[in-house]
């Protein structure tokens, strides 16, 4: 079955770096665009960044644009979400989703905090 497995959170003071990765399994993760997405408490999750299966297309949400960067390993099958200048506002659950026949599927979040 499909599993995806977040790690890298943490405590970070706001200008700092974080880099997230997600582990997958279960499906063919070299055909699959993979996602970022983020929740904070009280607000709705939002899509952080994409990329397509090769790797060739990215794209972000306005707030993180210029200062995140996501990548992906198909031989390792991993998708990583380098995350830089971090402000108070980018304190959230990080989650990693594929979307694959029509269902989406989530790990289990990674925790980003940013305070000084």
């Known amino acids: 079955q499909v599993q995806l497995v977040e790690s890298g959170g943490g405590l970070v003071q706001p200008g700092g770096s974080l880099r997230l990765s997600c582990a997958a399994s279960?499906?063919?993760?070299?055909?699959?665009?993979m996602s970022w997405y983020r929740q904070a408490p009280g607000k709705e999750r939002e899509l952080v960044a994409a990329?397509?299966?090769?790797?060739?297309?990215?794209n972000y949400a306005d707030s993180v644009k210029g200062r995140f960067i996501i990548s992906r390993d198909n031989a390792k099958n991993t998708v990583y979400l380098q995350t830089n200048s971090l402000k108070s506002e980018d304190t959230a659950f990080y989650y990693c989703?594929?979307?694959?026949?029509?269902?989406?599927?989530w790990g289990q979040g990674t925790q980003v905090t940013v305070s000084s």
């Open positions: 279960g499906f063919t993760f070299s055909s699959y665009v």
């Open positions: 989703n594929v979307k694959r026949a029509d269902a989406y599927y």
């Open positions: 990329i397509s299966s090769t790797g060739f297309t990215t």
